[in-house]
């Protein structure tokens, strides 16, 4: 048997972005406003394009992407010098912004050209762009960097979207002019605000089908899921977990619990859970993984209230 160990530190990244400054979008005087949010006060204003709609932040916080409505193109902010470095020309009418998690890759959704452009985040080109239904406004990416869910305001549908291979693979029916979508940090369900029905529907993303509609109050626009909780929120500091992989028969996977306020994990294969074990159970054997395929393995860790830990993941490759 071939055996290959790997230690993932489990830990909560934050960029200086996310933890010291707030990007604000403003439409009507084609800036950006750059809040400190240790002062609250606002420290630069950058000109963009015009009128500005949505802004993304990168992974890593060092660049904020915005989204110009009216001149057709994203404006790359250096969060550094707060100054504009590069300007890509996209579709159409750009509503929504989206970055895959490893920052990559830039999503834009371009309302009035139906489709999405993909913008490579090193060279700053538009390297796809991906036909979609009337009217694509918001969208979101699942956790794992695999599928993009775009709501198609004019259609009343949202497409499902695999950004491996830049192709819509499902379209789902919802509520009408679906303008928003936002994605659970486990990567289950997909959260859409129907703006004409006065609801949210909830996708389940195994299935792709709408598994509940929630009644909410009059034209909901935007929305957004709490995010997992670090392991240090729980207590103590969790260091490291150590995946032991067996891949001549089943993928036997092991992981140190060093935090005392764990009720259990979640384990996951390619986004589906697989497994919910108690706290003191601190390995798993696998033996319905095929082992000539590519899977990728994450475990969360919960507490009694229910809060979910943030994931560690590794993958694993065939023979």
């Known amino acids: 048997m071939f055996c290959r160990y790997l230690t993932i530190v489990l830990s909560l990244p934050l960029g200086v972005l996310f933890s010291e400054s707030a990007y604000v979008a403003n439409s009507s005087s084609n800036t950006v406003s750059v809040i400190d949010t240790l002062s609250n006060t606002v420290t630069a ?16 916080g060092t660049k904020a992407y915005v989204a110009n409505r009216v001149s057709n193109n994203v404006s790359i902010i250096d969060a550094l010098s707060n100054t504009v ?27 009035s050209n139906d489709n999405m452009s ?19 406004a918001g969208l979101a990416i699942t956790p794992d960097g695999t599928m993009a869910y775009v ?32 994605i659970t940090p486990d990567g289950t369900k997909a959260y859409v ?20 509609t929630v009644t909410v109050g009059s034209a909901p626009f935007g929305l957004a899921t709490t995010p997992l909780l670090p392991p240090s929120a729980f207590s103590g500091e ?49 033996h319905n993984r095929n082992p000539s395929k ?13 809060s979910k830990s943030m994931s560690v993941t590794t993958v694993v490759g065939g023979n």
Do not use: C, M
């Open 45 to 60: 204003t950058v000109t963009v394009g015009a009128s500005p709609f949505d802004v993304a932040i990168a992974p890593d």
């Open 193 to 212: 605000t129907n703006n004409g029905t006065n609801n949210v529907s909830v996708i389940d993303i195994s299935s792709n089908t709408v598994t509940a």
């Open 85 to 111: 470095t590069a300007t890509v020309t996209v579709g159409n009418g750009p509503w929504s912004l989206a970055i895959t998690p490893d920052g990559t890759r830039v999503y834009v959704t371009n309302f």
């Open 118 to 136: 993909v913008i490579d985040a090193l060279s700053n080109t538009v390297t796809a762009t991906v036909t979609l239904g009337d009217g694509p």
């Open 294 to 306: 590519r899977d990728t393995y994450s475990l969360s860790a919960f507490n009694s209230a229910g």
């Open 238 to 286: 969790q260091e490291k977990n150590d995946f032991v992989v067996v891949s001549e028969y089943f993928n036997e996977l092991h992981w140190q619990g060093s935090l005392s306020s764990i009720a259990g994990y979640f384990l996951r294969r390619n986004g589906t859970l697989i497994a919910t074990l108690d706290s003191d159970i601190l390995s798993y054997e696998d």
């Open 151 to 182: 709501a198609n305001f004019n259609d009343n549908n949202v497409s499902v979207v695999n950004i491996l291979s830049n192709t819509v693979t499902a379209t789902v029916a919802v509520g009408s002019f679906p303008r928003e979508v936002a």
